[in-house]
């Protein structure tokens, strides 16, 4: 397996490319979501489940239908998994240890279940799963960005000399 820091030039560039652009998709899914609701929990479930009933809400929301709902889950869910793939990829590939690693592809696959959850549990469980959808709308870019900073790290900072491949079995 080749090792990020003994990487060619254009190699460097594309997987940076792509660490660059699946950061910024995550956050622009964060920013999506603040938009056209916001982010804070009581933006979140008003959202999904109307508000109707608040005589201060200044934008009138109807409940979401089921379509919609599954259509927010479906789409973070596929989102997040294939993101989650590059990234872990490419971090696999990095001199990071294995436990930070392992915490960070961890906490990315994590926030995505919840990303992906928490709309189904806002709208038909209750509404105070919407701290959880704000929870991982903020965590995904974040840790999205750390991912993206350690392999960065090793493709461009270290100059060391080593093995340009890694001997450990894959």
């Known amino acids: 397996m080749l090792t990020l820091h003994r990487l060619n030039p254009g190699y ?3 997987y940076s490319g792509v660490l660059v652009f699946m950061t910024m998709g995550t956050a622009a899914h964060a920013l999506h ?3 056209r609701a916001g982010i804070a929990p009581s933006d ?11 005589p201060e809400a200044t934008l009138l929301l109807f409940p979401r239908s089921f379509e919609e709902v599954l259509g927010d889950a479906c789409l973070a869910l596929t989102s997040y998994t294939l993101a989650l793939v590059i990234f872990g990829t490419i971090l696999y590939r990095s001199d990071a240890r294995p436990g930070v690693r392992a915490a960070l592809v961890g906490g990315y696959g994590a926030a995505g ?19 959880l959808d704000a929870a991982a709308l903020l965590a995904l870019p974040v840790v999205a960005l750390a991912m993206t900073v350690v392999a960065m ?6 100059r060391d000399s080593g093995l340009r491949m890694d001997p450990r079995p894959v």
């Open 12 to 14: 460097r560039l594309l």
């Open 153 to 158: 790290h090793d493709m461009w900072r270290r």
């Open 44 to 54: 979140i479930s008003a959202w999904y489940r109307g508000n109707a009933d608040d």
């Open 113 to 131: 279940i919840l990303a992906a959850c928490a709309p189904l549990l806002v709208r038909y469980a209750s509404a105070a799963f919407a701290w």
């Open 33 to 35: 979501q603040h938009a």
